[in-house]
């Protein structure tokens, strides 16, 4: 059973607009949230992170949104650039897990020149 | 450079056969995990070590065992292999707080035939 779902397979954009990344989760347990990049034939590595007490995270280009009661998180990347083509991972996890983080099912994106 | 490191790089291997797949960090982080790839199915979690000389089991722990003699050691076991066991895994440590997420190694990528 999935609890961490990111229904949107794949995204293209244009370089220099806004790509808008969704996940969804259904424990409402969860209460930190992160968002991984993976190129391919690399590890994933570590972009942003949002706690449940917080409703908005910037870095940068990078800002992730948390709507917890509709249990939704969208990561904005504004501008989209070449180099941000890769596949977007968002993992949840609650205090009752501890440090291990359940991972949606991930989203290619891809941002033509 | 300080990181995960994961062996072998990628493997074809009889089913039937056993294998074991290395990971070694040099972060001295106390939590250790591994992750398989799947596509459609995102990340999902084998086995995890909170500390060394403790492993316990995540959401697909059949057919794979762990063990967690010291801090920078987390050796993934496939005793008896399967075709449904081809995938991409991957190591990942972190520090005790969730906060700081988790470091990825490159992966192994293991097809079983």
């Known amino acids: 059973d999935q609890q961490v779902k990111q229904n949107s397979p794949s995204l293209s954009v244009q370089e220099g607009r806004i790509s808008i990344l969704n996940c969804d989760y259904t424990?409402?347990?969860?209460?930190?949230f992160l968002w991984y990049k993976k190129y391919p034939a690399e590890g994933p590595t570590f972009l942003i992170s949002?706690?449940?007490?917080?409703d908005k995270n910037e870095d940068g280009r990078f800002t992730v949104f948390l709507n917890k009661s509709a249990k939704h998180l969208s990561l904005h990347i504004v501008p989209s650039q070449p180099g941000d083509s890769a596949v977007y991972f968002c993992?949840?996890?609650?205090?009752?897990?501890?440090?291990?983080?359940?991972f949606g099912t991930g989203t290619s994106l891809t941002v033509i020149p | 450079t300080a990181g995960i490191t994961q062996a072998p790089t990628s493997q074809i291997l009889a089913a039937g056969r056993s294998m074991t797949l290395r990971c070694t960090q040099d972060?001295?982080?106390?939590?250790m995990y591994w992750y398989r790839q799947d596509l459609g199915l995102g990340l999902r979690l084998i086995h995890y070590?909170?500390?060394?000389?403790?492993?316990g089991k995540g959401e697909v722990p059949d057919g794979y065992s762990v063990s967690r003699a010291n801090t920078d050691d987390f050796p993934l076991t496939l005793a008896s292999a399967v075709p449904s066991q081809t995938s991409v895994y991957f190591c990942?440590?972190?520090?005790?707080?969730?906060?700081?997420?988790?470091?990825f190694g490159s992966g192994t990528r293991l097809t079983v035939v």
């Open positions: 070590s909170n500390t060394a000389g403790t492993t």
């Open positions: 990942a440590s972190s520090k005790s707080r969730r906060e700081e997420g988790y470091t």
């Open positions: 949002i706690s449940s007490i917080k």
């Open positions: 993992a949840a996890s609650s205090t009752f897990t501890g440090n291990q983080f359940y």
């Open positions: 972060m001295r982080h106390n939590a």
């Open positions: 424990n409402s347990m969860f209460d930190y």
